[in-house]
T-cell receptor, first 115, second 114 residues
Framework: KQEVTQIPAALSVPEGENLVLNCSFTDSAIYNLQWFRQDPGKGLTSLLLIQSSQREQTSGRLNASLDKSSGRSTLYIAASQPGDSATYLCAVTMNYGGSQGNLIFGKGTKLSVKP | GAGVSQSPRYKVAKRGQDVALRCDPISGHVSLFWYQQALGQGPEFLTYFQNEAQLDKSGLPSDRFFAERPEGSVSTLKIQRTQQEDSAVYLC????????????FGPGTRLTVL
């Protein structure tokens, strides 16, 4: 059974700092990996999607890497801002016959960026 | 265009009551998912529809949970005889096609069972 773990569970940083969020998964037979952002009372917003054949994806100040063989992904946030404060969730989609593509999530990292 | 919408946004139920949660997916999206997110946890898969067909209900925690999507658009998640452990945020997501492309999430319904 696939298990997704995110470390740390919570992180507080001053504004302007660069930071890294970690995600690990136990079964490397993934189709893709996504990073989501969740704001209180709101749904999930997809930030970056990395296909299993890719090593990284970038969007603005965000960069996500994937090392499928070691079961790890990192989300790098450059020059953090108070508006980045949210919970960040990592999720994988499995790659096997019959998979309908449901997401398997970690518990998230709650990020607080202080002005 | 409009995103995924869910109603009600908040629901308080007394233990033993039945509840119905509604999801309006993005128009034309074939796939629809329901997830349950307990406090401090990541979302967990409940069930999956492709059009009107419920192809996977392996994540439903008990036979008190029932989902339908009779016309392949709007979906309803029904919980009978609610228990305190059912308290969670219920998220709906839709996807344009069957397969593994991006899912778009609604804001969720926060269910509190007293």
């Amino acid at each position: 059974k696939q298990e997704v773990t995110q470390i740390p569970a919570a992180l507080s940083v001053p504004e302007g700092e660069n930071l890294v969020l970690n995600c690990s998964f136990t079964d490397s037979a993934i189709y893709n990996l996504q990073w989501f952002r969740q704001d209180p009372g709101k749904g999930l917003t997809s930030l970056l999607l990395i296909q299993s054949s890719q090593r990284e994806q970038t969007s603005g100040r965000l960069n996500a890497s994937l090392d499928k063989s070691s079961g790890r992904s990192t989300l790098y946030i450059a020059a953090s801002q108070p508006g980045d404060s949210a919970t960040y969730l990592c999720a994988v989609t499995m790659n096997y016959g019959g998979s309908q593509g449901n997401l398997i999530f970690g518990k998230g990292t709650k990020l607080s960026v202080k002005p | 265009g409009a995103g995924v919408s869910q109603s009600p946004r908040y629901k308080v139920a007394k233990r033993g009551q039945d509840v119905a949660l509604r999801c309006d997916p993005i128009s034309g999206h074939v796939s629809l998912f329901w997830y349950q997110q307990a406090l401090g946890q990541g979302p967990e898969f409940l069930t999956y529809f492709q059009n009107e067909a419920q192809l996977d209900k392996s994540g439903l925690p008990s036979d008190r949970f029932f989902a339908e999507r009779p016309e392949g658009s709007v979906s309803t998640l029904k919980i009978q005889r609610t228990q305190q452990e059912d308290s969670a945020v219920y998220l709906c997501a839709s996807r344009l096609l069957a397969g593994t492309d991006t899912q778009y999430f609604g804001p969720g319904t926060r269910l509190t069972v007293l």
